[in-house]
């Protein structure tokens, strides 16, 4: 082949050269192409209808879970991110996270804030500050404000003179409230991106107010300037059912060609295969003379099985620890397979 290539470039010229490279770039693609038209997977994702926020305050969320104290001493290590801490990626961003958390957590801990950040599983509840927030526009110009009994700026020059004696506002469970001396003080709600120049200076003013008596601090996560991008969710199932319209007139449960049923013949080469509390792949092992008389034993169970009884409303309680009584009781060996049936 090779020598009738180079035979026909030598006499067709530098076009004809071209074009047999070209056919052979093709041939060479087709693999390709074909596997990529015998794949029938679908690939779906789900996201959010809020945008995606960020992963520091979802972190702060979980420390917050932990113990407040945890939340507040993170809360004052990242009051402040400087630009050449990361390289502005998300990876990097993520691993100072990490960084600036370890210290407060154990090494579980750690795994544990790592997973839920992979999860985003906190991100409903910081979306829930900004929700909260959209309620109460900030001022003019602001990317950050406090509110006081319904009074909001972010110039500190007026937080004194709106310290009056006022009616305290409603709080959330949620509220992350600092520890103050002074419960009754007038309560000052700090609406906030963590690690923005802009937190950390009215932070600041608010912990020192906090610590002399004169107000309760109370933070909410807000997010002057939102992504654009949603959040992908993680751990839902989803199920795509593709539907053929092409109707065929047949009775599906009529065998075919002597064969057996689809039924029958799931699970037949699993090492359990559990059918109505019989191990048959114990059984075949135990007993291979017979091999027909399980087989048809078989066959009738599950045929038997598949008439689906009405089940009791007893019968459909505590499913989940049904299930999990049912793994632990199998073999060691055979719990993987007893989970995926």
């Not at 009051?79 to 990876?91: V, W």
């Not at 009405?310 to 060996?333: C, E, G, H, Y």
Request: hydrophobic letters at 40%; one cysteine or more.
């Amino acid at each position: 082949m090779a020598t009738t290539v180079g035979s026909l470039e030598a006499g067709g010229g530098p076009r004809s050269g071209r074009m047999w490279k070209l056919l052979l770039a093709l041939l060479a693609l087709l693999p390709d192409v074909f596997a990529g038209a015998d794949s029938k997977a679908v690939t779906t994702t789900l996201t959010t209808k809020w945008p995606s926020t960020p992963l520091l305050l979802e972190a702060s969320e979980f420390l917050a879970e932990e113990n407040q104290d945890k939340f507040w001493d993170f809360v004052e290590a990242n009051q402040h991110i400087e630009n050449d801490e990361h390289d502005g990626t998300d990876l990097s961003y993520y691993g100072l996270i990490q960084k600036r958390a370890q210290p407060l957590l154990s090494p579980v801990q750690l795994n544990l804030l790592k997973f839920a950040l992979s999860l985003r599983a906190y991100s409903s509840t910081v979306h829930s500050f900004q929700q909260i927030a959209s309620n109460e526009p900030p001022p003019a110009g602001c990317t950050a404000f406090f509110n006081v009994h319904g009074k909001k700026s972010c110039n500190t020059e007026h937080l004194s003179d709106l310290l009056d004696t006022v009616p305290k506002p409603y709080l959330f469970k949620g509220d992350h409230k600092f520890p103050s001396t002074n419960p009754e003080a007038p309560v000052v709600i700090l609406y906030a991106e963590m690690g923005t120049d802009e937190f950390s200076r009215l932070h600041q003013l608010m912990v020192s107010k906090a610590n002399e008596g004169l107000i309760v601090y109370v933070l909410r996560h807000f997010v002057a300037n939102p992504s654009k991008n949603k959040v992908y969710l993680s751990g839902y199932g989803v199920e795509l059912a593709i539907k053929n319209q092409e109707y065929k007139a047949k009775d599906d449960t009529q065998v075919q060609g002597g064969g057996e049923t689809n039924a029958t013949l799931v699970g037949e080469r699993d090492g359990v295969d559990e059918v109505q509390g019989f191990l048959f792949g114990k059984l075949r092992t135990m007993y291979p003379e017979l091999k027909e008389q399980l087989r048809e034993l078989r066959k009738h169970l599950v045929e038997s099985t598949n008439e689906m009884a009405p089940l009791k409303v007893w019968q459909m309680q505590d499913l989940s620890f049904q299930t999990a009584a049912r793994i632990l009781a199998a073999p060691a060996a055979d719990a993987l397979t007893v989970m995926r049936i």
